[in-house]
């Protein structure tokens, strides 16, 4: 069973940054694509970032470009994002996802895993 466990969400002021982790577990994820999605309410969820475990090639929402980083850690099986600069607009439930094959993608529906999400909220 493939487990993804998010955390590092929180409280913070406009301007400030965050970085979120997301553990993977039960599954070799060297050919996954590790991706970033958010939810706020009564919204869709979103594409925020991705990246391929083996290659360290990375896709961003324009939204996010030059203010988040997606990174990784294949020894710890971690994926994080780094958000700096935030803004009241990235307050929502972040949540990590993965991808069975190598495709760098921004479409939710192709992504097979998916974790429980953490809450992100900027206060302005």
């Known amino acids: 069973q493939v487990q993804l466990v998010e955390s590092g969400g929180g409280l913070v002021q406009a301007g400030g940054s965050l970085r979120l982790s997301c553990a993977a577990s039960g599954q070799t994820f060297s050919s996954y694509v590790m991706g970033w999605f958010r939810q706020a309410p009564g919204k869709e969820r979103e594409f925020v970032a991705a990246i391929r475990w083996n290659g360290g090639s990375t896709l961003y929402a324009d939204s996010v470009k030059g203010r988040f980083t997606i990174s990784r850690d294949n020894a710890k099986n971690t994926v994080y994002l780094q958000m700096n600069n935030l803004t009241p607009e990235d307050t929502a439930v972040y949540y990590c996802?993965?991808?069975?094959?190598?495709?760098?993608?921004?479409?939710?529906?192709?992504?097979?895993?998916w974790g429980q999400g953490t809450q992100v909220t900027v206060s302005s």
């Open positions: 996802a993965a991808n069975r094959s190598p495709m760098l993608t921004m479409n939710p529906r192709l992504y097979d895993y």
